[in-house]
């Protein structure tokens, strides 16, 4: 599905990512953790073509994502949320999550100037299926609420919903448990998983809160100082010595 | 009574075309965070255009509809080729260029069409309304085009996907871009619709100031003004902002200040503005994490 390879990222004299090398599966929920600053969310801004690595290469379904120009990363079905929430604050929460249905749509200008029968529909068919995304994200309540003024985790749930509304093969999900407190956390591990099971997406997710990344995992990558250390089963890589010394430090 | 009511009815004339030249600043502002200077230039120069095909015997409408096509394509041509190489560009080399635009557009209208004042048609049929010179038809024309005009624009950005691309890709770019909105298209079409509006004020304009290339640099000062009481910003404001100050400056110029000083009213709403409520009546006030 996801094939990363050799990707190496310099910021000046810094080797923010190290010949970083791992494959993800299809229906996969693959965990990538590692210490701060060890360069996971670098690694994510190269998926999405935010970064330009100098060496390696990342294939997607066999394709170069590098060699994709970046208005075309959400069409060939990779999504994302960021880490402190991206929403274009002005709009709904339903405006949120059409736009994201964009790169599925595809009336011209001309046409949509003169608002033809065919956008006319395709607009209706963008709204249907953002309410029904609405809906799975339980997010009803606030449909025609300016985005900006709503409380954290429930932006983060619109995030993720209009992430979903370009029908993601790949949804790659930059700490979705940030900020969230216990009981929030729980909530959406039961929603990454429905989104995997019933949304047919492969999920890649960055984060922090080691018992999510756990429990919801099939595999977990671990990375440090811009190497990977360790790739198995969160069961292996919980045993793994090298990610052991990694967030708990050696004896001096 | 007759002179505040003709007087209320020039100001809401002149209001609507400062809504006009205001909403195509605002537009521009909200995209790429520039006020564009050569906005009243650009106008102009359409308008010698809808002049010149007028003077060619193509008849109005399809004069005014061609000369909106013109404008639009020339606005987006501006993009792609003068601002989109500019896009890293410093602040300050961009109000430069645009600086540069307003004078080589305005150098060009008087080279191609000379510098003497020329009188523009009016659709509309003369005389008026109540027959006591209260409200003229291209008056209520003037309104009625532009209310129609803000009408369509508002369906577009509510109710199209194109119109919401656009609004996403002016509000947080990089995020539209991976939702996979071709953010610097968008912007070339905002130029392009920016230019097309400006033509419509300029042409609903010309008929009352006549035609000479200096025309627009008064109405832009107003537009500016009215993007400021509007909020620059909110396109919803400019528009209102428009009529505000259309209104105020006819009573002001009427009562108070004398038409001599009528501008400067227009500077004083700017600096007041600034001073008093930088957000403008209808602006959001930007609050910056840190």
Known sequence: ?252 | MELLLQQIASGLTSGAIYACVALGLVMIYVSTDHINFAQGEMAMFSTYIAWALIQAGVSYWVAFGATMVIAFAGGLLIQRFILKPLEHAPVLALVVCFIALLSIFNSMAGVIWSFTVKQFPSPFPKGDLTGAGLVSYHQIGVVGVTVVMLGLLTCFFRFTTLGLAMRAAAQNASSARLMGVRVSWMLALGWGMAAAIGAVAGMLVAPIVFLDPNMMTGILTYGFAAALVGGIGNPGGAVIGGFVVGVLENLVGTYIIGNELKLSFALVIIVGVLLLKPAGLFGRVNVKRV
């Open chain 1, 1 to 252: 599905m996801l094939s990363v390879r050799g990707v190496t990222v310099r910021f000046g004299g810094v080797v923010a990512l190290d010949a970083v090398s791992f494959d993800v599966f299809p229906g996969q929920i693959a965990g990538l953790i590692g210490p701060n600053g060890a360069g996971k969310t670098t690694l994510f801004n190269c998926l999405s073509r935010l970064y330009q690595p100098s060496a390696g290469e990342i294939l997607f379904q066999g394709q170069s994502v590098l060699a994709t120009p970046r208005h075309r990363i959400a069409s060939i079905g990779i999504g994302r949320t960021f880490q402190n929430v991206a929403l274009f604050d002005r709009l709904t929460v339903l405006e949120n999550v059409m736009v994201g249905r964009h790169c599925q749509t595809h009336s011209s200008f001309a046409a949509n100037a003169l608002r033809l029968a065919g956008v006319v529909a395709e607009q209706a068919g963008a709204q249907a299926r953002a309410m029904e995304l609405i809906e799975f994200m339980g997010l009803e309540d606030f449909t025609h609420w300016p985005s900006g003024g709503l409380p954290f985790p429930i932006r983060k749930r619109v995030e993720l919903a209009r992430a979903l509304a370009a029908k993601p093969k790949l949804l790659l999900l930059d700490e979705p448990a940030a900020g969230l407190n216990h009981d929030e956390v729980h909530v959406l591990e039961a929603q990454i998983r429905r989104v995997r099971d019933t949304q047919d997406v492969t999920v890649l997710l960055v984060e922090h809160h080691m018992s999510l990344v756990m429990s919801v995992s099939d595999k977990v990558i671990t990375v440090n100082f811009g190497r990977k250390i360790a790739d198995g089963t969160p069961e292996e890589v919980r045993r793994d010595p090298e990610v052991i010394r990694a967030y708990l430090g050696t004896a001096a």
